[in-house]
């Protein structure tokens, strides 16, 4: 099982232009989360699935944010245009229910910073 | 109020010594928690569930506590390698649906255990 698969791990680029994130979920999980992780705010939820399906996308800053999820094995997370504020690492998660409750498994995230 | 707060320490503690973190919620109708841990510039990692009638891992031991709203994390004999932010996990639904509900994260209590 090779997990979460997150691309790119490393991302710099200037404001204004447009960045894409991308997200493969372990086979066999139907559940899908982008989370941001930054010093002062912590891990925050943007945009989570449910069989490919968005069920809670008020995390998402703002509408230059927006993520897809084609199917159930790839998801992506874009912005555009990019902010120097957006600069954070994204998480990419995906769950399986065990025992009644949701178990997340973390990709390694993508850093990304924005000049 | 957030919905997880937790004291972000750092925790300074020697080798072999007891540390104990708490992690309060603010949504009465919480159903599911959890402990992940996350080592520096990695992803977070389930540590643990932690059940109703509180349960034990090993050196570390998870209760939780519905009337006040809160659940704890014991860490006996700790050892180097125990350093790490702790990250407290609440979800507000059951997923008795099958699929998974929304994760809120504390922004973590850091531990750092020395010789």
């Known amino acids: 099982d090779a997990g979460v698969i997150q691309s790119p791990r490393h991302e710099v680029t200037e404001m204004g232009q447009e960045v894409t994130l991308r997200c493969k979920p372990i086979?066999?999980?139907?559940?899908l989360f982008w989370y941001r992780q930054t010093m002062m705010r912590g891990l925050e939820l943007l945009i989570y699935?449910?069989?490919?399906?968005?069920?809670?996308d008020s995390g998402m800053p703002e509408d230059r944010f927006s993520a897809k999820m084609p199917n159930a094995s790839f998801s992506t997370l874009k912005i555009q245009p990019s902010e120097p504020r957006d600069s954070a690492v994204y998480f990419c998660?995906?769950?399986?229910?065990?025992?009644?409750?949701?178990?997340?498994?973390f990709g390694a995230g993508s850093r990304l910073t924005v000049l | 109020r957030k919905e997880v707060e937790q004291d972000p320490g750092p925790f300074n503690v020697p080798e072999g010594a007891t540390v104990a973190f708490n992690c309060t919620y603010s949504?009465?109708?919480?159903?599911?928690f959890f402990w992940y841990r996350q080592d520096c510039r990695k992803e977070p990692k389930l540590l643990m569930s932690?059940?109703?009638s509180g349960n034990e891992d090993g050196r570390f031991t998870a209760q939780l506590n519905r009337a006040s709203q809160y659940i704890s994390l014991l860490i006996r004999d700790s050892k180097l390698s125990d350093s790490a932010t702790y990250l407290c996990?609440?979800?507000?639904?059951?997923?008795?649906?099958?699929?998974?509900?929304?994760?809120?994260f504390g922004t973590g209590t850091r531990l750092q255990v020395t010789l």
């Open positions: 998660a995906s769950s399986r229910i065990l025992s009644g409750a949701n178990v997340l498994t």
């Open positions: 086979s066999g999980h139907n559940s």
């Open positions: 699935f449910n069989n490919n399906v968005p069920i809670d």
């Open positions: 949504n009465s109708a919480s159903q599911s």
């Open positions: 932690v059940y109703s």
């Open positions: 996990v609440v979800t507000a639904e059951a997923p008795y649906t099958g699929t998974a509900s929304k994760l809120t």
